[in-house]
DNA sequence: ATCGTTTATCGCAAATCAACGATAAAAGGG
DNA sequence: CCCTTTTATCGTTGATTTGCGATAAACGAT
């Protein structure tokens, strides 16, 4: 229970906090097995961007790549993002409706 | 289920990608019932930057800022929060654990 | 060994962010 | 009407991010 630091949290929350890396962990939530250069072909980005995008969410620990020949296979970590749902979850969890 | 746009959950999700707005946040939820100049006591930051990161999570509607007096309140906001948690649930959920 | 394919990295330009001090705005008290 | 307190905004500086093309690296196939 909130064994998370701020800094931690931040990081998850900013890996996730673009557009583009939200649509690729979509993705590679509904292949379920891990994609490669596909994801280039479903987003309007250039190669090199994805690429970038991809280096940050496995920066981040949310997703994980295995190289396979030429060509590097992604998918999602799923320890990591079952402690960032939870993570979440503990924040929002002992809110009070009390306003001013 | 699955309502929200990669745009919106990437706008939460960048909001709360910085360790002072995660703080903020952690700090409202303890206090439950709303705070304004001592959020300032609280960070080691000035206090223009703190209201800078305040403004940065009312834009994102993750917070709400009332005025009383010469003094502003806030308070989370619970609706939205429970929609971000239950958005990053669903991005996760469909997930498989079979990988590469 | 030399292609073609796939991906990562480099270098760069534009945009955005983070932090601060200074200043303005709002409101209550004397 | 002046202070004081509290907060928001402005302007600036430096750092980071985003996107791209070009290039390098890895590997299978010819």
Redo the contacts between chains.
Sequence with gaps: MDTTT??Q???W???????????I??A???R???VCGEIVEVLPLAQSTVSQHLKVLREAGLV?G?V?GPRT????Q?DS??R??SA??D??A???????
């Design positions: 701020d800094e949290l931040a990081a929350a900013k890996a996730l906090g673009h557009p583009a890396r939200v649509a962990v979509r590679l939530a509904a379920g097995t891990c994980q295995t396979d296979c992604y998918c999602l799923g993002l079952r960032v749902q979440f979850g924040l929002f002992s809110l009070c409706s009390c306003c001013c």
